[in-house]
């Protein structure tokens, strides 16, 4: 046990999604388990905060950490991890660019405390109570982790080495990352371990995509039958493959719906909604302003489609001061 | 000169949870809190997003439970747009939701109940967990379940993509179908986990009722809470886990209440505490009634066990004798044996994989009838299912465009927040006496929240497989860990 | 507010605008002007990363409608500046912060007022209020 | 003002094979029309501080065609091929010339003459046309001392035809006369090469190394009927054509002329056009003969313009088409056609008529003017020995080289053409003579394919401006009856211009300094999935996608590329950049400094 690598696998704001995808490399899971030592890894054992802090700076040779930062209690745990570790993995959508709650940085926090426990239609709250880091019960001390004002992605919080993307990651990726690391054979420090193209260069539907694409109204997935086999922007659906990074077999194309981007950026772009948005309006196919308006009143949701996995890392959304 | 034990990290519905117990000077236990310290706020970001997109949003609340929220998110479209799916894709909707409650009963059994009674409640930690089990029942058995699991999530896979993050689900409809193909293998799979089903409870049954000793700790008081119960019954109030009406039943049980889901805001309540971030449920007609249990309790328990208290049996053949069979033996209905709940579980188990062959066999499943285009966008649509950890909600006002305008979700977990506070209170009540806390005895307390498999079995559901635990027994006064005990 | 000075980032066609005075004199009149060979190549990057740098407003000034050298530019960004107009609301920034105008100056005439009401319009917005 | 540049970066590049805006391809001596509408359309639109710019533009356009002035007015080749012609109407290039004539042809005596050193030896140009003038100035700046001769006594050779109504004499002049001493070219006027003993040996004697022989067509063709000549060409009250239009422009005729009298005017030419309504001008009550018919669709369809038919019809003039003449008669003083029916023009074979002599009209006239064409002087070409055994002149296409090495003919001698073919041919034999006098190969690397771009997309395409003519009641007389452009209108049409052609053969934006350079657009492979946004925003067809082992991959055309970097902020995933733009370097600056 001793000589082998010590890796450490660990969730912060995350849905526990990664963690299954963890297990369902199936077989697999018993080699990587085989050839490290899995020091932590609370969805599956003893979840010992202080033996981490009692291990050596850099004990641990590898910690994937996935989901986003979005309180006190992830901000420690991610802190802690990088202290002791060699390297750290950010591990799925929300490590990488803060996910689906990301978008949760288009509100408030006070605005998300006020609906879940004042305004929605079944709250009963006559104390107008509200969760507190630190509350008195009977004379009892509870406390709570503090609920930041944002969501962060974990290279916001901590410096990050490698970036495994996807909601979650595929097996086949998380075998290549792990089998990297132990084998030694890493890329440059910050790369992100999946191919670096957009995912339209891996669609089976690229090749029945025309030369020109224009769109002049665009339509929602429930508005229209989607043929199984065309491209969707070729049928006027909103699909961010153009701009999206590929290594997710290209799962909701299988199932016949468009991308939404869970492998963020593709390598060398940063924001991959602006750019997604900019090709967009591109491919408007307008006569006049007004066609141009309407087709443009037909994109149901900019920041939805472009920032559904990566608002945290959007160009607008400031990092933390 | 009191004491604190704290109990973390336990829990993930929408993140962590923890336990605190409370020692009074005498170091018996004062009182105890299950705290849910996380929140997501998906309710408002939610906000502004286009209606059609929310089954490939919400499925993001729970990665282990993501197939429920997916299920909840498309049939509140349907309501959303006065649409009924076709036969088809009802057909599709119903395999990829069965298929998911049998993985997830089944891991949640093998690798987090199975320890307990196989191995044993008290045995050293080290051998409670997965591989104890397997060396307990044989290596076959632990393949078979990681087969049962890859097989079913196989078929998640064909419909609703990534299993941890499905995204398929349309109003009136599902994107993609089943060819006859892709029937054959899924027959295979429903006809060996039925007959694995079958195994399960035999294997329940052999090590767990014919064990005196484990049979009275089901039967224990310190597991045992009269609540009222809620839970999804078909027309003829059989156990229906994808649709159907909301029945409650009182801990006597009588019908208290029999509704249409979307009448859901009439009948409960979620109070808001300051010391967890999770609102607790209860009948709101009741009123809050704290956390208390028995004569004038307001709080209700859902999941498997409530499902079969508040139906009158299953709605298939095999699972309704093993229904019969498990009240024969726990003294009638309702059952307030908390444990129960994991024999409930397997019998649920059964009955889905029993719907499974027959979906499996229905020749309408390769139609490629799947959707119903016929849209009516009424701007309110309320979508309800029976997730593994219980009713689950999800309701959504729009816009004139479909775009949503108020979202209100009740997660499975939250509905029993409250029971699970006063199990886990009357556990330790009934097994910590003092700061001098064996650690079999923390995992009995811990064995009664894990009963409800609280969206922890996010947490829990995997390999080795046991509970974290550290006890710090703290000065009240000034806080500071006196001692630490801990499992492992 | 009132001590409030609008940041504002200027982009305009060469083709249509101050291409007779050979920039240097308006150069020192106009703040942060970013003459383009086309209006067509400003990118909504380019745009983001202006309100990220701390821009209070960000002004393109095309060539008039049908006079693009480049066929189309000035609508390409035309384009993009409405559809930026969705994005921006959600961020909570206005969308008057971000205004396309399509005309001739090559004298450099109007340029300087025309930028100078963008800046009064926006002082009267303030500051962009963060998220 | 800008200053617009034409050396370095500013300069145009010139490819073997390359593409061209078909204007360019199609004007003889390729002038930069893209470059040079695109700078009109820079011009400010205050007029005095245009004027600047205008002669700017002139002097850029000089370099290349010192008679750009004169084009200005009567050429309007490149309008033919030009794209927009199907969207809207051929841009007006005629009449931006003419609008930067209107400036630059009083500046033109100011012009300094060429700084060459004449060491290359002495050149005869026999004829002192277009043709003649052009080989003599490309000549002349090649260091090249040389003299042209012409039996008349003025400049211009053929242009000298053209009615002043229709090319203002004052530009001609200003051309001519300015281009020689610019030029500094020997001028030999009335001097009549192969009469008097003065031959091309006797030119070899005195030095001459190398001949350009592009004397025209200075004869009227005399009416034919079959084969036979016409009879009665040679009675009082039948004049050729072009005499007509020669006299007149010398100004030995006068006013009201043909005042209350019938003529008839032979020829469906543009010539024969001018002169009838010359003749018009001149009082006549004017009747047009020709054998073909109006519909411009058929094989038989009139030569002459259509311009020149709408023209004439305001005037009052009679077409009579259909119709050849067989004789000429006179009867008690009036003079008589005899014109039979016309019914076929062409053949296979070429001119071919088809006459039925049953179908006859007369027609009566107090003057006839036979207007069918014009002759070389074919003595001359004898004694010179140009022709070949089959009596044919004999020149190389390509260098124009003649049987005789050190003699080179060109212009309508050779071939008749427009006054523009005729410059061209004269450039070409400056070259030819250049490189034969230098040794070098006379025809490598002169071929020049070059390929017509297509239009550009856009959304939309503006039509033409409405030509102007004072109405026809007003413009009998020899004034210019087609108004210019004022500088608003120039300044229109040119932005009307879709600048089809590739930037390097163009680079006006550079040469006015709008850009420091041409930016390339370059394709990281490694990054473009080929999801095809590019293809779809570029107007011009450089954007396309090609499959590498089976990944379909983005590239771009350079040659059709416009640096307009559209491409690059509609790709999604960075794999297109400007290299060489520094906008993307100002951009940070600035926003650093924010």
Known sequence: ?321 | MAKQITINPITRLEGHGKIEIFLDDDGNVDDAYWQVVELRGFERFCIGRPAEEMPRITPNICGVCPTPHNMASTKALDDLYSVEPTPAAKLVRQLHYNAFIIEDHYIHFYFLSAPDFVVGPDAPPAERNILGVISKVGLDIGKQVIDIRKRNREIIKLIGSKPPHPEGGLPGGVPRGITEEEREWIKATADDTVEFAQFTLKLFKDVVLANKKYLDLVLSDAYNLKTYYMGLVDENNKVNLYEGKLRVIDPNGNEYALFDPRDYIDYIGEWVEPWTYVRLTYLRKLGWSGLIEGEGTSIYRVAPLARLNVSDGMATPLAQKEYEEMYNTLGGKPAHHTLAFHWARLIEALQCAEDLQRIANDPLLTSKDLRNMNLKLKQVGVGCVEAARGTLIHHYETDDRGIITKANLIVATQHNAAPICLSVKKAAMGFVKGPEVEEGLLNMVEMAFRAYDPCLACATHCLPGHMPLTVNLRDRSSGEVIRTLERS | ?131 | MWKTESIGSARVEDAVKQFLPPCQIRCPINEDIQRTNVLISLLPDDPDSAKEGIIQIGDYLYEKNPFFTVCGYICGLCENDCNYTTKGGAIKRRLLKRFLSDTFTPYLVQKKPLDVKKDKGKVAVIGAGPGGLMAAYELSKRGYTVTVFDSSNKLGGAARYIPKYRLPEQVMDAVVDNLVRIAGIDVKLGVKVGEGGLDLQQLRDDGYKAFFVATGTPYARPLTFGTAEVEGQELDGVMYGLTLLWEVNQGNIPADYYKGKKVIVIGGGNVAFDVARTARRLGGDVTIVCLEIMDKASKDAIPADEEELVGAREEGLTIITSRGVRGITKVDGKLKLDCPLCTSVFDERGFNPQIECADCIDLEGDVILPTIGQMTDRDFLQNEALLNEVGRLQADPLTLQSKVEDVFVGGDVRRIGFLADAMGEGVEAAESIDRYLSGIDLKRGRVKECEPYDAPYRRAYRDEPKHKWVPADRRINFDMFEEGFTLEEAIEEGRRCITCGPCISCKACVSVGIQDDLPVVEVNEDLCSGCRMCVYVCNYEAAQVKEVDGKIVSWTDDLKCKSCGMCVAACPSGARQLVGDKTEGRIKEIYAAL
């Open chain 3, 1 to 131: 507010m009132s001590d409030f000075e609008p940041k504002l980032v200027c982009f305009s066609c060469n083709f249509g605008w101050g291409y007779l005075t050979g920039g240097n004199g308006l150069n020192s009149q106009i703040k942060n002007w970013i003459p383009v060979a086309c209006s067509g190549k400003i990118d909504t990057t380019h745009i983001l990363d202006a309100f990220k740098a701390g821009a209070d407003g960000v002004l393109i000034l095309g060539c008039p409608e049908g006079d693009c050298h480049f066929q189309d530019g000035n609508f390409e960004a035309k384009k993009r500046v409405y559809l930026l107009h969705k994005l921006l609301e959600d961020y909570g920034i206005e969308k008057d912060r971000l205004k396309i105008e399509l005309s001739v100056d090559p004298e450099g005439k109007r340029i300087t007022q025309v930028v100078k009401e963008m800046g009064e319009s926006i002082g009267k917005l303030g500051p962009v209020k963060k998220i």
């Open chain 1, 1 to 321: 046990m001793a000589d082998k690598p010590k890796v450490a696998i660990c969730w912060l704001g995350s849905c526990g999604g990664c963690d299954e995808a963890v297990v369902d490399i199936n077989e697999a899971i018993l080699d990587v388990a085989g050839a490290t030592d899995i020091v932590l890894w609370p969805v599956a054992m003893d979840f010992k905060y202080h033996h981490i802090e009692a291990m050596e700076d850099g004990e641990i040779v590898l910690s994937i950490i996935n989901g986003h930062v979005r309180n006190s209690e992830h901000e420690e745990v991610a802190k802690m991890l990088r202290k002791k570790s060699q390297l750290v993995l950010a591990f799925g959508a929300c490590a990488c660019f803060g996910g689906t709650p990301g978008m949760a940085n288009f509100r408030t926090k006070e605005d998300i405390f006020n609906w879940v426990y004042r305004d929605a239609p079944t709250v009963v709250n006559p104390k107008s109570n509200y969760p507190q880091p630190k509350s008195q019960v009977s004379g009892k001390e509870l406390t709570l982790p503090e609920f930041y004002e944002q969501v962060y992605a974990l290279n916001q919080i901590i410096d990050v080495d490698y970036y495994l993307p996807g909601c979650p990651p595929p097996p086949d990726l998380i075998v290549n990352a792990v089998t990297a690391v132990l084998e030694g054979k890493l890329p440059p420090k910050g790369s992100t371990l999946a191919p670096n193209k957009a995912l339209c260069d891996t669609c089976p539907r690229n090749k029945t995509k025309p030369d020109k694409i224009a769109i002049k109204e665009f339509k929602r997935i429930h508005e229209v039958e989607a043929d199984p086999d065309t491209c969707f922007l070729a049928q006027g659906i909103i699909c961010l493959g153009p701009a999206i990074r590929t290594g997710c077999g290209e799962a909701c194309m299988n199932i016949n719906l468009p991308c939404r981007g869970c492998f963020g950026p593709v390598e060398g772009v940063a924001d991959s909604g602006a750019k997604f948005l900019s090709s967009l309006a591109s491919i408007i196919d307008a006569e006049s302003e007004e066609e141009v308006q309407r087709a443009i009143e037909t994109v149901a949701d900019a920041a939805g489609y472009a920032y559904r996995f990566s608002a945290p890392i959007s160009t607008l959304i400031k990092k933390r001061v």
